[in-house]
């Protein structure tokens, strides 16, 4: 399975959301971000603590394949882990 740790106003997420479109790859989404009302950020605390666990850090975006026991952080990164493994 494929969860990705995004934010829908984030170009990087925006990114990384497309290939895995353009590959027809389902996924889940996790938000630890959340667009305010003002279009800036509030936070998901128990999303964010879930992706702290997982990876160490609170950044997005973030892949976790649970199939290949694999996480990534860094949209190119993510984009050519996706390429090389689900082409």
Do not use: F
Not at 11 to 17: D, E, S, T
Not at 43 to 68: F, H, M, S, W
């Amino acid at each position: 399975m494929l969860e990705l740790y995004q934010s829908e106003n984030c170009p990087h997420c925006a990114k990384v959301r497309e290939k895995l479109s353009e590959l027809g790859l389902s996924y889940v989404i996790h938000n630890p971000r959340l667009p305010g009302n003002a279009g800036g950020d509030e936070t998901n605390a128990r999303t964010v603590e879930e992706l702290r666990e997982l990876g160490g850090q609170d950044q997005i975006p973030y892949l976790v394949d649970t199939a290949r026991e694999t996480a990534l952080y860094e949209s190119d990164d993510i984009v050519e882990y996706l390429e090389e493994h689900y082409e």
